[in-house]
């Protein structure tokens, strides 16, 4: 029974020992690579590989390795036949008896260097499986001048197995013994010049720091284009955006806003155009100061409500009974409308909703009235928009450009000067806007009246007129950012030369005088700005 028991134990151990070696046979492997190649005309190679195999093997080949800095060496294979099937790079035995021989041909092998011609190729290389031994024979068409070969990863430096010519020298073999998966035996042989007459394929690789390469030809190139694009926008603007030459002549010289004792603005310039005549924008200042020109003017009576210690301050707008509303501009109107809109009064701090799109009819009625007016030819905000768009376009464009150019060329800097020019017509566009001369004209007569305000000098006037000619005054010191000093000439006086309680335009609350006057219109003026900025519907002026 022992012995029967030894017996069996035996024959698995030798059953064991028996099928070890099969299955280590079986397992992926490329027992042989015979390849042999020949150097054609146009330095095409064809390769002819008969490949001994076991288990699923295929093979990547490779056809893209780098050339230099800016380019890519390409091997371009084509006429693929044999056991086997070719998809992008991939090869994929289909020989049914572990033999399977393929046969294809290679562009872009051969190279001109120095005094010949260099022929290299990845004879073996990319085997998914272990490849044990690889035989490599080279036919030119010329004498072989040398010779060299390396095998392992595709930098290495480590030579192969062996390396030999016949005595013609027209004829190598290449031997190596153990290749790992994926690594590669490559083949090197030097030729006469012109032995071939190929050439490598090279293909630009795009890399960022190529792409946008200042070299004197991009370097001249860009700074020729920059001259050439912001040189046409400072043109664009000194034949359609300067203002007529009339400013000049007339501005230096103190203008006042009386005639004959009474009120009369320069040119007729009511506060809510000053803005929109100096810098060519509807500014939210515009419309505070035109709020209190209609107070001023007997269109709106403004009443300061009563607040504790912690309220914030406040003001009701009393729209006056009988006051002469079709007599106003389009853009006043459109602005008195937007206040009360059916109403009688309104807290300021109750300004929103309805107050937000009226404020939209009085910016377009602005713009509309100053082309009215004469002193612009189109309305700024368009001429502003069209400029702009286009210098939005013209980036669009250079990105565009800079994309193409710097992922096929190394000139992407040319690109950027478009991206340049874009922008600062972008940005130029918002001085676009040119007055016409009437409008230079009352521009430099109202810069003018600026300057009379600045001085604060009162003049003679007889005290009788003064609270309403000084009143008329602060609507435009608000433009001009100067109503403290006003504000407080205002609160100064009566029409008796002394000081009074109320104005016939502004109501304090009790224990109220006008003392306290200038105070009150600089909070005015700032919680005015403030209800109006949160419209969205004007921009704050800078």
């Excluded at 205002?490 to 002394?498: D, I, K």
Aim: charged share 20%.
């Amino acid at each position: 029974m022992v012995d029967l028991v030894r017996r069996c134990a035996v024959a698995v151990v030798l059953g064991l020992l028996v099928a070890a070696p099969a299955h280590a046979e079986s397992a992926d492997a490329v027992t042989k690579a015979d390849v042999t190649v020949e150097l054609r005309a146009g330095g095409v190679l064809h390769v002819k590989e008969q490949i001994s195999y076991t288990g699923q093997v295929r093979r990547t080949l490779l056809t893209r390795t780098r050339y230099d800095d800016a380019h890519d060496r390409v091997y371009r294979v084509s006429g693929f036949t044999g056991d086997g099937a070719l998809a992008g790079d991939t090869i994929t035995l289909r020989g049914g008896d572990g033999t399977a021989t393929i046969e294809y041909d290679v562009a872009g092998t051969a190279n001109p260097v120095g005094g010949g011609e260099e022929l290299r190729w990845y004879a073996v290389s990319g085997w998914s499986a272990p490849v044990r031994q690889a035989l490599v024979h080279l036919a030119g068409p010329a004498p072989m001048q040398s010779l060299s070969c390396f095998a392992g990863d595709l930098s290495s430096a480590t030579g192969c197995t062996a390396a030999s010519m016949d005595e013609s020298g027209t004829r190598a073999e290449f031997e190596q013994q153990g290749l790992g998966p994926g690594q590669v035996l490559t083949v090197v042989a030097g030729f006469p010049p012109g032995a071939s007459g190929g050439r490598p394929i090279l293909e630009r690789r795009f890399e960022l720091a190529n792409a946008f390469t200042l070299s004197p030809v991009t370097g001249g190139a860009l700074a020729g284009l920059l001259v050439l694009l912001l040189g046409g926008v400072g043109l664009l603007y000194w034949t359609r955006g300067r203002d007529a030459r009339v400013i000049g002549h007339e501005a230096g010289a103190q203008v006042t806003a009386v005639r004959d004792g009474h009120f009369s603005p320069p040119d007729g310039v009511r506060p809510g155009q000053i803005g929109t005549l100096i810098d060519e924008q509807a500014d939210v200042v515009d419309v505070t100061a035109t709020i209190v020109d209609l107070a001023v003017r007997g269109f709106v009576h403004i009443e300061e409500q009563p607040r504790g210690a912690y309220d914030a301050p406040d003001w009701r707008l009393v729209k006056v009974p009988g006051a002469p509303v079709n007599d106003l501009l389009d853009y006043e109107r459109a602005l008195h409308m937007a206040i009360f809109d059916g109403r009688d009064a309104v807290l300021l701090s109750e300004l929103h909703g309805s107050f937000a799109s009226g404020l939209g009819k009085v910016r377009d009625a602005l713009y509309r009235d100053v082309v009215a007016q004469g002193w612009f030819a189109r309305r700024p905000d368009s001429v502003r928009t069209r400029w702009t768009t286009a210098g939005v376009f013209i980036i669009a464009f250079g990105v565009l450009a800079t994309v193409l150019l710097a992922w096929f060329t190394t000139y992407g800097l040319l690109g950027l000067a478009l991206i340049i020019a874009g922008a600062a017509l972008s940005f130029g566009g918002q001085y676009m806007p040119a007055k016409t001369s009437r409008g230079a004209s009352a521009l430099a007569h109202t810069l003018g009246f600026r300057d009379y305000l600045a001085t604060g000098e009162l003049g003679e006037v007889p005290p009788a007129q003064r609270i309403e000619l000084f009143s008329r005054y602060l609507p435009y010191a608000v433009v001009f950012d100067n109503v403290d000093r006003w504000a407080r000439v205002v609160a100064s006086l009566n029409g008796n030369g002394r000081q009074a309680d109320h104005l016939y335009w502004y109501h304090g609350p009790a224990e109220w005088d006008l003392s306290k006057f200038a105070d009150s219109m600089r909070t005015f003026t700032l919680t005015t700005s403030g209800a109006i900025s949160a419209s969205r519907q004007f921009r704050r002026a800078l």
